[in-house]
């Protein structure tokens, strides 16, 4: 064993829970990022064979780590996430690393054919920017196409590291687990419909789904790019959230629509709003039919029953169903054979499909969407069976079927979104509240091979509506599946919905560390 090895055994039980504070007290003690990679990537060898969180490491993370140990001993301050390992979602350009959307038409390794981007995904480069150590990238279902598991991706089920025979949530089920079996200390997650939210509630992890425009989400395989997609981070406190979203954050000529974003940031950064009193004198709303005639379990109205008692204890009052009689809940169209899941805007995925092949770069195996078309015909995703045959039951889809690269008709998704704009904002202001706090989860999660899906309370509404939300530990089932509670509140509130989460984590603690086996 060399030095180095030596090193990474030595820091091997520091890793569990690290948090960012944590990788920076060790590197004011003479850890260096290289020595801290090498714990992790250890780690990774030795958990990841079961539990299957990555599926590309980086070849080039040392490399990346000692550049940072370079700067730090030449005397460069450094920001916060410098040297501070991370894990990707598959979805994500990283330049070098193939995007593969968990289909094995896109994977050399299933017999398909790596899709190798030229250059990252603006997210990916702002993380590089920060001074992070990108680990690798985490499993994902196929074309991201459900929010509960990666059960049908060519690199094979994604466990939860909480539960490891319940689903651990999609998306963005690599990235949860990694974070969650701390395999690294931060990872980027996306979402189209849940992929942030579920898997940060399934596994006990702080997720950030933002605003849409306020992170940019170019070089991300999309589903619906133009329309819903956020790029978010999942981490195991709100603090290392909150600086993930810091470095995320902002306008970028890559991605235009982010000018929408412009001016929304707190000077300060979203850690600056970091409250432990954040609660008091707050308002409010609960969980009802008025926001979705959906009810909740037995065991979920307990365990958010007592979470209430929490919050209420901090100081906030709660509002009972403030959006009943509104017509809130009336607003979503569920496609059917689904849990609740409203598809309006995802009109716009082959449009943007074309968008994002054409960014890859020149040497790319696959540039247009007739050329993926092609290389993919044997398993068309909108036939009978395929993993968004569900696109076929949303009206407005089928021209774009025929004539794919030009714009979609998105009149049903913009009316559906102003109208729960307009809702929100009359409800919230009607009953002078300052965001909802909500069980994401409506009942416990389902086994890992069954035939149920993850139930949630929020993800269409708020991807259509653009809305963001903060889900956080609160609590754990009889099962062993965690219970997670959901902030959400207006269009650029995420810097007031972390200091409500942080002040609800500094006083409860819920989130605990799962006993791994390798």
């Avoid at 991370?86 to 990283?94: A, G, N, P, R």
């Avoid at 991300?220 to 993930?244: E, K, Q």
């Avoid at 009689?325 to 449009?351: K, T």
């Avoid at 609160?474 to 959901?486: K, Q, R, V």
Wanted: with cysteine.
């Amino acid at each position: 064993m060399d030095a180095a090895e030596t090193d990474a055994l030595a820091l091997s039980d520091l890793l569990v829970e690290m948090t960012v504070a944590d990788a920076q007290a060790a590197f004011a003690r003479g850890v260096t990022a290289e020595a801290l990679a090498r714990a992790f990537l250890a780690r990774i060898e030795t958990y990841n064979p079961r539990y299957n969180a990555l599926i590309f490491l980086n070849p080039n993370a040392l490399d990346e780590a000692r550049a940072i140990d370079a700067r730090r001993a030449s005397g460069e301050a450094l920001g916060p996430l410098a040297g501070v390992p991370v894990v990707i979602k598959d979805t994500m350009d990283v330049a070098g690393l193939p995007s593969t959307g968990g289909w094995h038409f896109l994977c050399s390794k299933a017999g398909g054919t790596d899709l190798i981007p030229g250059t990252d995904a603006p997210v990916v480069a702002r993380m590089r920017a920060a001074g992070c150590v990108i680990l690798g990238k985490t499993n994902v279902p196929v074309l991201s196409a459900t929010g509960s598991h990666a059960n049908d991706s060519w690199a094979g089920p994604t466990l939860n590291a909480m539960a490891p025979d319940l689903l651990p949530g999609g998306s963005s089920a690599g990235t949860a687990t990694a974070v969650a079996a701390s395999l690294a200390v931060l990872g980027l997650a996306e979402e189209t419909g849940g992929s942030i939210q579920n898997p940060a509630s399934a596994q006990g992890l702080v997720g950030i789904k933002p605003t849409f425009a306020l992170v940019p989400n170019a070089g991300v395989i999309p589903l619906a790019g133009s329309t819903r997609d956020v790029v978010g981070p999942i981490a195991r406190c709100v603090r290392d959230a909150a600086l993930t979203l810091d470095a995320l954050a902002g306008y970028t000529a890559a991605d235009p629509k982010t000018v929408a974003g412009i001016g929304r940031r707190p000077k300060g950064g979203y850690v600056s709003a970091l409250s432990e009193t954040a609660l008091r004198g707050k308002r409010l709303g609960l969980y009802g039919p008025g926001w979705r005639d959906r009810p909740l379990s037995a065991e979920t109205t307990a365990l958010y029953e007592r979470a209430q008692g929490e919050i209420a204890a901090r100081g906030a009052t709660l509002v009972a169903d403030p959006f009943a009689g509104s017509g809130f809940a009336a607003i979503g169209q569920p496609v059917p054979d689904l849990d609740h899941y409203d598809a309006r805007g995802i009109e716009s995925v082959l449009f943007d499909l074309q968008a994002y092949l054409q960014r890859l770069g020149p040497d790319a195996s696959l540039r247009t969407l007739a050329e993926f078309t092609a290389a993919t015909k044997a398993e068309d995703p909108f036939a009978k069976g395929g993993v968004l045959d569900w696109m076929n039951d949303v009206p407005s889809f089928a021209p774009c079927l025929t004539d794919p690269l030009s714009p979609p008709d998105l009149s049903d998704f913009l009316a559906a979104r102003e109208g729960y704009l307009d809702l929100f904002a009359a409800v919230m202001d009607e009953h002078r509240l300052d965001a909802l706090v909500f069980p994401q989860m409506r009942d416990t999660l389902p086994s890992l091979h069954g035939t149920e899906t993850i139930h949630e309370t929020t993800v269409s509404e708020i991807n259509i509506a653009g809305l963001p939300g903060v889900v956080m530990p609160a609590g754990t089932f009889a099962s062993g599946a965690p219970f997670c509670l959901i902030f959400v509140g207006p269009l650029w509130s995420e810097a007031d919905l972390l200091a409500l989460a942080y002040d609800y984590e500094q006083a409860t603690r819920h989130r605990t560390a799962p006993a791994l086996s390798a």
